[in-house]
Structures are given as C-alpha cells and as structure tokens.
C-alpha cells in the first residue's frame, strides 16, 4: 500500500535523483504527478488497464436485492466507479458479519435460498454496460463489504493511497523512471528499460486474460422451487 507520492519519489529512487530516504521537492512531485497521469492516460489509449484494489461499504435497501454500480447512480444504487472484478465481499449488521459467496448469474438464479430469506448469501457481479450486483435475496437491511478491483485512471491526487496487486507496483516504477529520464537529463540505462518493457509486458498478458467467471457448480438434479424448497 502507498501513496502517488510513494510511487513518484520510488521512481526518482531509482533514477538516483533523490537519495535514500529524501523526500522529492514540490516540483519534482508535481512533475512526476504530471508524467504519471500522461502515462496513464497512453496505456488506457492501448487499452492496457492497470488494477488497484479498494475496499468499499454500501448501505443496503430491504426493497432491494439488485443494484446499480457506477459513477452518477442515486441511493440505493451504488456511487462509485466499477470494479473490473470482485475479490471478496461480506454481509454485516451491527455486530453480526457473514461471507458472501461469489457466484454468476445463472448459478445466482438456480440456487435454493437456505435459513433467512432476507439474509444473503450469494453475490453476483454483473459486468453490463451499468455493472450490477445482485443478491440472492433483499436483505432486511445493513451494509455490503466488498473488496475490488478497479481500472486506475489519470485523475490521480498525491496523498490519494492506492493497494495494487503485487505484479502492477515495478510496470508503473519502472516505466515512470524511464519517462523521467529527460526531464533529468539522464540516459535511459539498459537494464532500466529492459525493467520497464519486461515489466510492463507482465501487465499486458494480464489484460489478455480473461476475466475469470464466479462459478462454484452446484449438483445438476437440484433446482429452486419457491422460497428454497428443493425439488428433485
């Protein structure tokens, strides 16, 4: 975990414009915020999507069992940017917490709903042109915990403290120490920018991959039949 400002001063680290432990100057930040956001902005361009996980918490509507996820939305819908996927998510109310299970669409429709009907178990993120997430029923209130992650955009701000997966911190390191090099006036170094093409390489064959589904498959004889008596 760090911040812009973390990601700027490490990659003058590693241009040795700054010495061990030194903090970067008002213009050297502001300069590394600026070839940062310009970075950004010409991998989106490629289509090359960088990944940071957050932690979010929405309240929860009892007349609800599916929500709106993205920027704009009213109450109860959720207000924030879409994730690209879901890592992990809990229901909670008051003191009480339980794990939600990630599961898809067709899965979410099928399974039996088991003890309280207006407690969900289930959770199932839907990539639509508005993302949605659903429930296996309306929960009779209380908040979602829902740990994602999300495209990084070139909106940033320097004490804005971003978790990337482990894979993303040395491609945005490396890649902006070798944008800074002509700002410094220093050669690009041979094993710098073979660290910034093998680097970035890793996060181009991450968005090749495809996003993988939330299945957990269930017996084929079973299915749901009013409020979650199995038939056979």
């Not at 030194?22 to 990944?51: F, K």
């Not at 839907?126 to 740990?147: E, H, L, M, N």
């Given at each position: 975990?760090?911040?812009?400002?973390?990601l700027?001063?490490?990659?003058l680290g590693?241009?040795v414009?700054?010495?061990?432990?030194?903090?970067a100057s008002?213009?050297?930040i502001n300069?590394?915020?600026?070839y940062?956001?310009n970075?950004?902005?010409?991998?989106?361009i490629?289509?090359?999507?960088?990944p940071y996980q957050?932690?979010?918490t929405?309240?929860?509507?009892?007349?609800?069992?599916t929500?709106n996820?993205?920027?704009?939305?009213?109450?109860p819908?959720?207000?924030s940017?879409?994730?690209?996927r879901i890592k992990?998510?809990?229901f909670?109310?008051?003191?009480?917490?339980?794990?939600l299970?990630?599961?898809?669409?067709?899965e979410?429709?099928?399974?039996?709903?088991?003890g309280?009907?207006?407690?969900p178990?289930?959770?199932?993120?839907?990539?639509?042109?508005?993302?949605?997430?659903?429930?296996?029923c309306?929960?009779?209130?209380?908040?979602?915990?829902?740990?994602?992650?999300?495209?990084?955009?070139?909106?940033?701000t320097?004490?804005?403290?971003?978790?990337?997966?482990?894979?993303c911190?040395?491609?945005l390191m490396?890649?902006?120490?070798?944008?800074?090099?002509g700002?410094?006036?220093?050669?690009i170094?041979?094993t710098?920018?073979?660290?910034?093409?093998t680097n970035?390489g890793i996060?181009?064959?991450?968005?090749?991959?495809?996003v993988p589904?939330?299945?957990?498959?269930?017996?084929?004889?079973r299915?749901?039949?009013?409020?979650g008596?199995?038939?056979?």
């Amino acid at each position: 975990m760090g911040t812009v400002k973390q990601l700027i001063e490490d990659a003058l680290g590693e241009l040795v414009v700054l010495s061990e432990g030194e903090e970067a100057s008002d213009t050297q930040i502001n300069v590394g915020l600026r070839y940062l956001t310009n970075m950004i902005a010409m991998w989106s361009i490629e289509g090359l999507m960088v990944p940071y996980q957050t932690t979010e918490t929405f309240t929860l509507d009892s007349s609800y069992a599916t929500y709106n996820w993205a920027t704009g939305q009213s109450a109860p819908h959720f207000n924030s940017a879409s994730p690209v996927r879901i890592k992990a998510a809990s229901f909670a109310i008051g003191n009480y917490q339980k794990p939600l299970k990630p599961v898809d669409k067709s899965e979410l429709l099928r399974t039996p709903i088991f003890g309280n009907i207006a407690e969900p178990s289930l959770i199932c993120f839907d990539r639509q042109i508005i993302p949605t997430i659903s429930f296996d029923c309306a929960p009779y209130g209380g908040v979602v915990k829902i740990i994602s992650e999300k495209p990084l955009d070139n909106t940033l701000t320097l004490t804005e403290t971003l978790t990337f997966p482990d894979y993303c911190n040395l491609p945005l390191m490396y890649n902006l120490a070798v944008l800074l090099c002509g700002q410094y006036e220093i050669d690009i170094d041979t094993t710098l920018a073979l660290n910034a093409r093998t680097n970035k390489g890793i996060l181009e064959r991450f968005n090749m991959a495809p996003v993988p589904t939330m299945r957990s498959p269930i017996p084929n004889n079973r299915r749901a039949s009013g409020r979650g008596l199995l038939v056979r």
